[in-house]
Each structure stands twice: as structure tokens, then as C-alpha cells.
């Protein structure tokens, strides 16, 4: 069973930048295929990034230009690297890891907040 865990969040101006990290606390990470998803007051959670364990990588068209995500499978860990924010990236962002037959696990999600 996975656990995992965000860090990173954070406040920032718009045109500032953040790195989100996900830390997974099992032994089967580098076989999930991981995502960022994120979810503002009112808003339905949507799909930000996603990267495959073969590391494929697709964005929403929002994000596509100013976020990368990127994994290491040796730290267990997938990150978000977000530049040149924007107030509508204000959310709570989620990791999510989808491990097939091992089924698939939700962080608690982190905090974005850019403001103008």
C-alpha cells in the first residue's frame, strides 16, 4: 500500500514559481503512473500533469509552457515544478498514484495561493 505525501505549497506573486514534491512511502512507486490534480473553492478537481512510469507526460492546456512534472523513481518522489504562476492557479493541489491491479492513492493535497 501506498502513502503519499505533498510538500511544497505555498504563497506566492504572480509570475513567481513553486516546486511541489510527492512522496510515496512504498515499494512499488515506479510502477504508478503519477498525476497532479488540483482543485479551487468551488470548482470541480481537475487534471493538471500526469506522468507515466515510463515517463510519458501529459498537461492540461492551462499549465502546458510553465509546468513540468517529472519523477525520481530511487526518491520515490514526483514533482511539479510551476513557473511564471497566475491567481487562477490558486488551489489545493493533490498527488495522485495509479498502481493498476494495486489500485490507486490520493495525498492530502497542498496549498497554492498566487496572488496579483
Known amino acids: 500500500q501506498e502513502h503519499l505525501t505533498e510538500f511544497g505549497g505555498g504563497s506566492v506573486i504572480t509570475g513567481g514559481s513553486l516546486r511541489l514534491s510527492c512522496v510515496a512511502s512504498?515499494?512499488?512507486?515506479?510502477?504508478?503512473?503519477m498525476s497532479w490534480y488540483r482543485q479551487a473553492p468551488g470548482k470541480q478537481r481537475e487534471l493538471v500533469a500526469g506522468i507515466t512510469r515510463g515517463e510519458n507526460t501529459n498537461y492540461a492546456d492551462s499549465v502546458k509552457g510553465r509546468f513540468t512534472i517529472s519523477r525520481d523513481n530511487a526518491k520515490n518522489t514526483a514533482y511539479l515544478q510551476m513557473n511564471n504562476l497566475k491567481p487562477d492557479d490558486t488551489a489545493n493541489y493533490y498527488c495522485?498514484?495509479?498502481?493498476?491491479?494495486?489500485?490507486?492513492?490520493w495525498g492530502q493535497g497542498t496549498q497554492v495561493t498566487v496572488s496579483s
Open positions: 512504498g515499494s512499488i512507486f515506479r510502477l504508478a503512473d
Open positions: 495522485h498514484a495509479d498502481i493498476g491491479d494495486w489500485g490507486d492513492y
